[in-house]
C-alpha cells in the first residue's frame, strides 16, 4: 500500500512558477512508476508526466511539454512537477499517480492516487 500526499498548489499570474511534490508513504516508493495528472473543471482528467522507477526517462504531454519537468528523488519518497510559463489553460487540481514498473500514460494503469492540489493560473 502507497499513500501519497500532494502540496505546492498555489495561486500565481501567466508566466510563473511553480513547483509541485507529491511526498509517498512507505518503503515501496521506488518500486512504482509515477505520474502526474490534472483535471480542470468540467473536463476529463488527462495525463501530464510520467517517470519510470529510476526517474532517468521521462514522458511529456505536448501541452506541457518544454514547460513542465517531472523528476524524483527515492531517498527522499517525493516526486516533483516543476511548472514554468504557467498559462490560465494549466488551472486544474493536479494528482499523483503510483502504479506498474515502466512509464504509465493512462489512468487505468495507475494504482495508488493523492487527492490533488488545485493550481489557478490567473491571466
Known amino acids: 500500500q502507497v499513500q501519497l500526499v500532494e502540496s505546492g498548489g498555489g495561486l500565481v499570474q501567466t508566466g510563473g512558477s511553480l513547483r509541485l511534490s507529491c511526498t509517498a508513504s512507505?518503503?515501496?516508493?521506488?518500486?512504482?512508476?509515477m505520474g502526474w495528472f490534472r483535471q480542470a473543471p468540467g473536463k476529463e482528467r488527462e495525463f501530464v508526466a510520467a517517470v519510470n522507477l529510476s526517474g532517468l526517462s521521462t514522458y511529456y504531454a505536448d501541452s506541457v511539454k518544454g514547460r513542465f519537468a517531472i523528476s524524483r528523488d527515492n531517498a527522499k519518497n517525493t516526486m516533483y512537477l516543476q511548472m514554468n510559463s504557467l498559462k490560465p489553460e494549466d488551472t486544474a487540481v493536479y494528482y499523483c499517480?503510483?502504479?506498474?514498473?515502466?512509464?504509465?500514460?493512462?489512468?487505468?494503469?495507475?494504482?495508488?492516487w493523492g487527492q490533488g492540489t488545485q493550481v489557478t493560473v490567473s491571466s
Open positions: 499517480a503510483a502504479g506498474g514498473r515502466s512509464i504509465r500514460l493512462f489512468e487505468a494503469e495507475y494504482d495508488y
Open positions: 512507505g518503503r515501496t516508493f521506488s518500486s512504482y512508476a
